[in-house]
């Protein structure tokens, strides 16, 4: 039933058997202490529209499971945080054997947390063998930190949805560990999270996903992490209806499924850039999803798939308010077959390229400035071509173009 008062669920009292859906009103508290089990008999959720503080410590966590014998993945619900929860804590908690599919979170798909707020904290908790996903995030800036993610058939932590009206969302996730599950973290639609220290093994994907078409609009950070981002297939598209930028921190690794690629664009009336500058010790990768020679083994195949040429499309700049910048970056197996010369670089309607310090391999033309008529232009320096069975660098194109200091090996045709 319904929580009116601030109410304490003590230990002397554990266990607590939830046998209905049980609502928390907007501005009450519950409170839940440290070794208190909560065992749901059914298939019902916890809905926090106040705040729920459940703070355990290392020697007595609270644990939120089913209240069977043998139990399963979804026997129960789920716990919905929603938009009128305020400061909600999870600290020191066990979750296990809920998400059930049927159960669905305001405005969230199923799992066993749906987070609508942005203050609320999941820290040193286990999250584990639940039916759907672990954690599912809409409109939040939450702090996601210290936990274990473990058998899930979907994805561990789900970035569902953010309305830029409201404002942005950039929750931060930090520091976790990700074992068998579909996904570690996935990322639906207009989050831009802060990402960090987090670990991945045995998983469908060990990486921090891009459902595509993925569409990145305002100011947007790729932050370097333990994670390999992945773009499974289809584009990623950096650009819209306001100046949008995309920083790619150095040491990143970016791997790319059949017919993945990063698209940056403009129009008239906004600009769009990407910054990717790596440096020596940690250039920026771009690369196979079969390539495990950087970023180990992110499609957890054991090895079993070797990259080859086409593996993934291209990255491409279009638009003449474009600007890329490229320094230490390291591209490998692009192939855009279904583009006039198959580059792994298009660089198309007056966008501008800078390039410098960096290495294109294993494809059939490098970069390609195309656009007879309205031109691209590019500076290229201190970068190698090597292995491109057509040409390092094709220019059709009426702007200017400058290639200095570079090197060209074993390519049909240096440029």
């Not at 950096?238 to 698209?263: E, H, N, R, S, W």
Request: proline share 4%; charged share 15%.
């Amino acid at each position: 039933g319904t929580i009116y008062t601030d109410t304490v669920w003590t230990l002397a009292e554990s266990p607590y058997v939830v046998t209905g859906d049980v609502i928390v009103n907007p501005d009450i508290t519950l409170t839940i202490e440290p070794g208190v089990k909560v065992a749901f008999d059914g298939n019902y959720a916890l809905y926090v529209n106040g705040t729920l503080l459940a703070k355990g410590h290392s020697a007595q966590s609270i644990t939120f499971t089913s209240n069977k014998t043998s139990p399963a993945p979804g026997d129960w619900g789920m716990i919905d945080f929603r938009e009128t929860s305020k400061y909600s804590v999870l600290s020191h908690v066990v979750l296990e054997y809920g998400g059930n599919a049927s159960r669905a979170g305001d405005w969230c798909v199923s799992g066993v947390l749906c987070v609508s707020t942005t203050s609320f904290v999941l820290d040193a908790s286990t999250i584990q063998h639940n039916a759907t996903r672990g954690l599912v995030l809409r409109q939040s800036d939450a702090v996601i930190s210290n936990n274990t993610f473990t058998d899930h058939p979907n994805e561990a932590i789900r970035l569902h949805s953010c309305n830029h009206n409201i404002g942005p969302c950039r929750p931060s996730i930090v520091n976790n560990t990700f074992t068998q599950n579909s996904y570690p973290i996935y990322r639906v639609d207009a989050m831009d999270p802060y990402v960090a220290y987090n670990q991945a093994s045995d998983n469908d994907i060990n990486g921090f996903v891009l459902a595509t078409p993925c569409k990145f609009s305002g100011d947007n950070t790729w932050y370097a992490d333990d994670l390999t981002y992945v773009v499974e297939a289809g584009h990623c598209y950096v650009g819209g209806y306001t100046d949008t930028t995309l920083t790619i921190q150095p040491g990143i690794v970016i791997k790319f499924g059949t017919a993945g690629g990063l698209k940056v664009f403009s129009d008239n009336y906004f600009t769009a850039t990407v910054t990717a500058t790596g440096t020596i010790e940690q250039p920026i990768v771009f690369t196979s999803l079969k390539d495990d020679s950087v970023g180990g083994d992110t499609n957890n195949d054991g090895g079993a798939a070797a990259p080859a040429v086409g593996d993934w499309k291209l990255l491409w700049l279009e638009g003449a308010k474009t600007l890329g910048t490229f320094e230490h970056a390291d591209i490998r197996y692009a192939r855009a077959g279904d583009v006039s010369g198959h580059p792994a670089f298009l660089v198309d309607y007056g966008a501008t390229l800078l390039m410098s310090d960096s290495k294109l391999n294993y494809g059939e033309v490098g970069v390609k400035f195309y656009r007879p008529g309205i031109g691209a232009n590019g500076q290229i320096e201190n970068t190698t071509f090597s292995e491109m069975t057509t040409a390092g660098v094709l220019v059709e194109s009426d702007g200017e173009v400058t290639i200095a200091n570079s090197r060209f090996e074993d390519n049909g045709v240096g440029v």
